[in-house]
């Protein structure tokens, strides 16, 4: 069966630090990778996607950037971040190319920025 | 650009009653899919049941059921015989599908469950 980690679980961070959150999916081959961000109170944002790897999907402009080294690799990065970056940060996955759209989430990073 | 709106911020109901979560979306596509996701405390997203907007049979899973009404860009969820662990953010979610495009998530949610 497949399964989707993520690390770390929480984060603090100053403003201005660097931001490296990682997202790993085993039991599966070529998948779509997605990060969200969901804010207090809200919904998800879709922030990137990647198809394969080196591919990757910007839905929103901000100073996060996301990267795949790997086919089962999705990084989520930032150089410097800012206090509106705080939030919880969920990656999912899909079956490329699967009949039923459906994205199965991991258990997510909390992060502040402080 | 597809949006999709919950209008209940939050909804109450006892323990082994039903209760009925609203969720209604916007988009100009013919073929796409719905979600209904679960989020507990510990704030990962579960998935609870899935439309496709194709099939006419609304979708069941044990408990939980959908009414989707496609002409009205309706998809409400039914839970049946609440428990407290249905306590949780319910989150309404649409899929274009046919490519790689995220989910668009409504705003949730909060189901409260009264012993």
């Known amino acids: 069966s497949q399964t989707i980690h993520q690390w770390p679980a929480t984060l603090v961070q100053p403003v201005g630090s660097p931001l490296s959150l990682e997202c790993t999916v085993e039991g599966t081959s070529n998948p779509n990778l997605y990060w969200y961000r969901q804010a207090a109170g809200r919904g998800l944002q879709l922030l990137f996607y990647s198809v394969g790897i080196g591919q990757i999907s910007s839905e929103v402009p901000q100073n996060l950037s996301a990267s795949r080294p790997q086919d089962r690799q999705f990084i989520l990065s930032s150089k410097k971040l800012l206090l509106s970056d705080s939030g919880f940060y969920l990656c999912?996955?899909?079956?490329?190319?699967?009949?039923?759209?459906?994205?199965?989430f991991g258990p997510g990073t909390r992060l502040l920025v402080l | 650009a597809q949006t999709v709106t919950q209008s209940q911020p939050e909804m109450s109901v006892q323990e082994a009653e039903t209760v009925t979560l609203s969720c209604t979306y916007d988009?100009?596509?013919?073929?796409?899919?719905l979600f209904w996701y679960k989020q507990p405390p510990s704030r990962q997203m579960i998935l609870v049941i899935r439309?496709?907007?194709?099939?006419?049979q609304n979708a069941t899973e044990n408990r939980f059921s959908v009414n989707f009404q496609k002409a009205a860009k309706s998809f409400s969820l039914k839970i049946s015989d609440s428990q407290l662990g249905d306590a949780a953010m319910y989150f309404c979610a649409y899929s274009s599908g046919g490519g790689a495009d995220g989910l668009t998530f409504g705003k949730g949610t909060h189901l409260i469950i009264q012993p």
């Open positions: 999912a996955w899909q079956l490329a190319g699967g009949p039923q759209e459906t994205q199965y």
């Open positions: 988009t100009s596509e013919s073929d796409y899919y």
């Open positions: 439309q496709e907007a194709y099939k006419q």
